[in-house]
């Protein structure tokens, strides 16, 4: 099962001030700059209608909203964090297993307490669609299938305050018509260069020929479209651990594509993260640099050591070599915000075992 919230961080504000409930509601990132820089973080489905989609700059959106009464709000990531966190806990009391898959979202195994019934499965659903919206008054919609990947395209099918069961013997019938976007790892680009092949619905990369699309996307992912697209899907529910990384992401003061004022900004984000890192005793061996253009799109480019880092004179090394390459490979457009994330985290060395921690400190 998998359950996803409707216009997350939009519902909660109206849960919060019901009066806003009739207008179109914006949640928005502002940027450090002032005024109305920024982006569209989501809106309620009023919005939607009238062409306000989340991503958007700020500044689109209040032109589409003109004269409409629509409400700007800003992100209140606490608030929805407490949400998220009581509604985590609600669905984990539901499942065999659990798996939460972001703020809004988390994938239920099921099959032991409804004994693979979908039948069963389905009022299950429904139970849990009733308890949160008595205890939390938000709506959600659900997906129902004999994996992750079908229950998650189930679970956006109808939207908002959806219930899709999709059965063994309907898989097909479901998967077929739906445009190949809706598969995860197919991106607007993979499913332009999908089109262009003359494939644009699941039916259609489901039976196409397997080593066509290896030689167009390489192995693993040719295998893996192959494999998504017959419902293919073997990954287990499993709660994942604590924090695989650490980002930040600042503004710049203004667009840019000079190497040094891009630097500046980013080593101060590279410095506060070691000094974090440290303080919870982890090392890491990935560092990746986060470009968010002036046209909005986002692009990462990641360099991992085999060994740990834990100094941030190296992570200023690779952050440099990493924004050199970046901007070799996109030299047109400035750059907006700019970030930087550890990842593959390692216990650092210091923090041995008891027994080899007890012996050293002995002989020292
Ligand atoms: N979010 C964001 N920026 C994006 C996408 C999402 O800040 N580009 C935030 C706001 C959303 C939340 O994450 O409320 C959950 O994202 P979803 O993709 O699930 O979108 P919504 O819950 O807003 O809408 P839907 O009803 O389509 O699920
Ligand atoms: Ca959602
Ligand atoms: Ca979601």
Known sequence: MHVDLDYFFAQVEERENPSIKDKPVVVCVYSARGGDSGAVSTTNYIARRLGVKSGIPIVFAKRILKDKAAVFLPVNHPLYGRVSEEIMNLLRSHSDNFEQGGIDEAFLEVTKRTEGDYEKAQSLAQEIKTEILEKERLTCSIGIGLNKLVAKIASDYLKPDGLTVVKPEQLTEFLSPLPVGKLLGVGRKTEERMNGLGIEYIGQLAVFDPRTLTDHFGRTLGIYFHNAANGIDESLVQERAEA???????????????????????????????????????????????????????????????????????VKTLVKELFENFLKEEPKLELRRVGIKVSNFAQEKSQKPLDVFLSKDQKN
């Open 244 to 314: 695989e990384s650490l980002s930040r992401i600042t503004t710049l003061k203004e667009n840019t594509r000079e190497l040094n004022k891009i630097l500046e900004e980013v080593y101060k984000l590279s410095e506060d993260i070691v000094r974090r890192m440290k303080e919870r005793n982890l090392n890491f061996k990935s560092v990746t640099v986060i470009a968010i253009m002036e046209n909005l799109r986002i692009h990462s480019r990641t360099k991992t050591m085999g060994t740990s880092i834990d100094d941030s004179e190296i």
